[in-house]
């Protein structure tokens, strides 16, 4: 989920810091896009409503800084916005508990649970030297 998404970023902001100056429409359009993109990912309408419209008031008026261009400007908010919304810390996984200790994870087919069990189960094993296993549901199998 999160890789489609950050290629659709890449692809949209991309857009934008090739254009030497951006025009309000440029930006909108832009914005536009960042909506299809979230919606499309299944990020909820109210979300991604507030979202749109935070970035928009943020970058309405932002001073450009001279070493960067609108484009490196209009990225730099979003960002900036995703990470406050998004927190910029991360909560340590307590591998302290009475063993076994249970990681349960929950989503949408395709948005990476396996693959992100999978590299989570081996850096326990390789670099905390735990001992690992893991088993796959859902309601096909």
């Known amino acids: ?15 934008l810091t090739k254009k030497g100056s951006l025009k309000e429409t440029d930006v909108q359009e832009a914005l536009r896009e960042v909506r299809v993109a979230l919606l499309e990912a ?4 109210p979300i991604v409503k507030k979202l749109v ?3 928009q008031q943020k970058a309405i008026g932002q001073e450009v800084l001279r070493s960067i261009t609108p484009g490196q ?8 916005h995703l990470i406050e ?8 996984i307590n ?3 009475t063993p ?9 087919q395709g948005s990476g649970k396996t693959t992100t069990a999978i590299k989570l189960a081996s850096r326990f094993k390789n670099k905390l030297n735990k001992k690992i296993m893991v088993a796959s549901l859902d309601v096909y199998r």
């Not at 989920?1 to 857009?15: A, T, V």
């Not at 076994?100 to 949408?108: K, S, T």
Request: hydrophobic fraction near 50%; glycine fraction near 10%; proline fraction near 2%.
């Open 73 to 80: 400007m209009v990225i730099k908010i979003v960002n900036d």
């Open 95 to 97: 591998l302290k508990t």
């Open 53 to 55: 419209k935070d970035i």
């Open 42 to 45: 299944d990020v909820a309408l």
């Open 100 to 108: 076994p200790a249970i990681i349960l994870f929950a989503g949408l």
């Open 1 to 15: 989920m999160f890789q489609g998404l950050q290629e659709k970023f890449g692809d949209i902001f991309g857009n």
């Open 85 to 92: 919304v998004l927190g910029s810390e991360s909560e340590e």
